[in-house]
């Protein structure tokens, strides 16, 4: 369910669902930056979201940043809150992928909009540990 404004086009929904289907076997708050069916970014076994956003942008940026135009994250599971959000963007992520359900969804869903990032919910939680 696109949550955003903003609506993906049909490039980053191919991006969207295959990062969101690495999701499955990366572990704990993972979180999986891609571009056109390549990952470029993995942060993941952390006790903060926003601290595997960190690592999966910075890994991006190190070893691939010509990818991280038109790139998409997936997430595992919800973001608590609107801080990931605003980490992905400003690395340049164009879209988001998560399974919603938050208390915050509302904050979360606001941050993107504000940052002009599409979002998608899936209801659906790879989350493991």
């Known amino acids: ?10 490039d980053q929904l191919v991006s969207l669902k295959f990062a969101f289907n690495i999701c499955k076997f ?7 930056l891609a571009n056109d069916k390549s990952t470029i970014g993995i942060g993941a076994g952390q006790p903060s979201r926003l601290d595997s956003c960190k690592i999966a ?5 190190q ?10 994250a997936a997430s595992d599971a919800f973001f608590p809150f609107s801080d990931g959000i605003e980490e992905l963007a400003e690395t340049g992520i164009e879209a988001i992928i998560q399974p919603g359900g938050s208390i915050n ?3 979360v869903i606001e941050a993107a909009n504000k940052k002009g990032v599409v979002m998608v ?5 790879h989350f493991k540990h």
């Open 57 to 61: 942008s910075r890994k991006a940026l």
């Open 1 to 10: 369910k696109v949550v955003t404004k903003k609506k993906p086009t049909k």
């Open 63 to 72: 070893f691939v940043p010509e990818k991280i135009k038109n790139s998409v």
């Open 105 to 107: 969804d509302k904050k």
């Open 26 to 32: 990366v572990k704990s708050n993972a979180i999986v």
């Open 121 to 125: 919910f899936t209801g659906t939680r």
